[in-house]
């Protein structure tokens, strides 16, 4: 899959934090509240975000199996020190090609955070199919949907998110994306596959303040819509310039669509 550094991890860790849906969040946590103990299976964990959004409101046992293809980001999750009993256990390995290795483990909740809208829509079929073969709940959050506001408007920002959006849709590394519209597939897959599912939006709230995940941001999407050769680079540019200085000038703030969801099956080992 495609890789990411891990400075942009910690950049937007604090607006995923704010973003995840609490009514969403809660569900989650009170599956496995009135347990001892518990095992997770943290897929593409990055640096550990949801480990640490998670691990305080858990029993004090945990067993956290941190499954990611870049060891540096599995080294980074592994380092948060936590009170109680919480095990962490790297697993390098591709999610492409290795898939259902993983999800043979032990586990009471499979968690993933900005990983759907990465996936192809066969490998959502593969994933989801073998989770409900073992009845295993899903929480998924931050899987972006494509909505993307922006102040103050500019003539181009429509055009822009429209062909970002497009490039959400290329390959990924698990074949054609489903990008903004993967929540969506994977709710409907899962209701189709017998789960119950709770779902809200997780949108990032990016004020004037916060200047540089803007400045990350829109120099991402610019060179996103430049690879899709669809719109001339002076207009790219041109946008870019006149986003960027409202950045400057304290005047710009922005909402990232995102959705997050949990999924129970009607029945759970």
């Known amino acids: 899959m495609s890789g990411f550094s891990p400075e942009w991890l910690t950049l937007r860790e604090n607006y995923d934090v704010r973003a995840r849906n609490p009514v969403v969040l809660g569900a989650a946590i009170a599956q496995l509240k009135a347990k001892s103990a ?24 945990q067993q956290w199996d941190l499954v990611d293809s ?10 948060t020190n936590f009170a109680g009993d919480i095990r962490r256990n790297a697993v390098q390995l591709d999610l492409n090609s290795d898939l259902e290795t993983v999800l043979n483990r032990p586990s009471d909740l499979i968690t993933t955070s900005a990983l759907l809208d990465l996936v ?12 409900a073969a073992h009845a295993l709940p899903l929480y998924a959050a931050l899987t972006y949907d494509g909505r993307v506001e922006l102040t103050p408007a500019d003539p181009t920002d429509a055009v822009i998110v429209e062909t970002v959006n497009a490039h959400q849709r290329t390959e990924k590394g698990f074949g054609p994306a489903l990008g903004p519209a993967a929540a969506a597939a994977a709710i409907n897959k899962f209701e189709s596959l017998g789960y119950s599912i709770v779902q809200g939006n997780s949108d990032w709230v990016i004020g004037m303040a916060d200047r540089k995940i803007q400045v990350e941001l829109l120099n991402g999407w610019a060179d996103a819509a430049r690879e899709m050769q669809s719109l001339s680079g002076s207009k790219i540019d041109g946008w870019r310039t006149r986003r960027l200085r409202a950045v400057d000038q304290g005047a710009s703030t922005m909402r990232v669509g995102h959705i997050d969801f949990f999924a129970t099956p009607s029945t759970t080992r």
């Open 120 to 131: 192809s829509e066969a490998w959502l079929d593969r994933f989801a199919r073998h989770i």
């Open 70 to 79: 870049d060891p540096r980001l599995l080294n980074a999750a592994c380092a």
């Open 38 to 61: 518990v095992r997770l299976v943290d897929l593409a964990c990055g640096t550990g975000s949801t480990l640490r959004s998670l691990c305080p409101q858990l029993p004090a046992r």
